[in-house]
């Protein structure tokens, strides 16, 4: 192992609340001032082997076997994009192309994916998924989670999962994404494998299961059979929850501990409430909004009220096909009440948090080198300067992969 230090940072993004005094829980604002993002200025950060092991002024760096000069450029974090749905084939242009000519989206058109996800071969899937996770990084996702779906019999879950688990920790069992076209008289029939036969082959190469509880998918009962199904395999609860109608989702999130209640558009003050005193975190996906030109996420009612917030791109060829967290950090920032400096803190550590992960997100001694480099001043530039690629530079595990 070789150490190096990256020196002359404009500003370095820690995430550490304790020298930004703001909240690790929100990423809202303390009173008396502070930035949640622990901020240092002229700053530099060195990494031995695959961690940090250092931060502080530029001025008094420890010696490094190697040096990279960052230029008075900005240095975060590596994105945590806890959602994602990578593992498809095919291409829904026409779906959106229809829904933009004014039809609305539905769970529906998950079909016209899952067709083509079970008749594509395993190296088929592969470069697919490798080509979106190489695209999420040179963006700076340093961290992925992606979930299984698209084909909804054991088998094609089963290898989803087995394709995914190649090249991310953070994979998902969603065999209940919607009910598989051949039980569509059949949902409790549906209910019963995907509890059965097909999480005995999906649990050995997934580490947490979701539902995606929505009218036209899944209602509570059957998401509940579903996730304390996967419980008793081993396997964490993720709840697609309240996207496209208020439901039992985010309720049953918080219910069964889940890590993460994902979309949370449609929510009552109850809702609210049970989400600020959980550790369930809300992620938040505005490019599902963004592309089916639906009612954004209020991340300001739940920052107020204490909720943990992540946001995450929900890359899917359906309802949204962007892999940039940077898009979805100026979105949430233009359209959603974030400030730049929350919308950072949700793609970083609230995702982290999301995953219910310690070691990234985050830039102290002690955290998985994931770092980014920013061609800019301030990170604020993400949300300043929309579409414009600013990541120059990306470290994963202490190896600069960009």
Known sequence: MSSTAITGIATLVTNDPSLGGGSPRSGTFESGGGSPLGLLRDAAVVIDGDRVVWTGASSEV??????????????????????????????????????????????????????????????ELEANLTRFLTEALRQGTTTIETKSGYGLTPEDEARALRLAARHTDEVTYLGAHIV???????PAGYVDLVTGRMLDACAPHARWIDVFCERGAFDGDQARAVLTAGRARGLHPRVHANQLTHGPGVQLAVEL???????????????VDALANSRTVATLLP?????????WPDARRLLDAGVTVALS????????????????????????????????????AGGAAALRRTDVGRLAPGARADLVLLDAPSHVHLAYRPGVPLVTGVWRRGVRVL
């Open 62 to 123: 420890p010696a490094a076997d190697h040096r990279v000069d960052a230029a008075g450029r900005t240095v975060i974090p590596g994105f945590v994009d806890s959602h994602s749905h990578l593992v498809f084939a095919g291409d829904r242009t026409d779906e959106f192309n229809a829904r933009m000519s004014g039809r609305p989206y539905s769970a529906g058109g998950i079909r016209t994916t899952v067709a083509a996800t079970r008749a594509a071969s395993d190296a």
């Open 180 to 186: 598989a076209p051949e039980y569509a008289d059949d």
């Open 257 to 271: 501990d889940a890590a993460s209640a994902d979309h949370c558009t449609h929510l009552t003050d109850a809702d």
């Open 287 to 295: 490019g599902a909004e963004f592309s089916t030109r639906a009612a």
């Open 313 to 348: 791109t929900d890359c899917n060829p359906g309802s949204s096909f962007t892999s940039s967290v940077p898009f979805c950090v100026a979105l949430a920032v233009r359209d959603m009440g974030m400030t730049p400096d929350e919308a950072l803190w949700s793609a970083t």
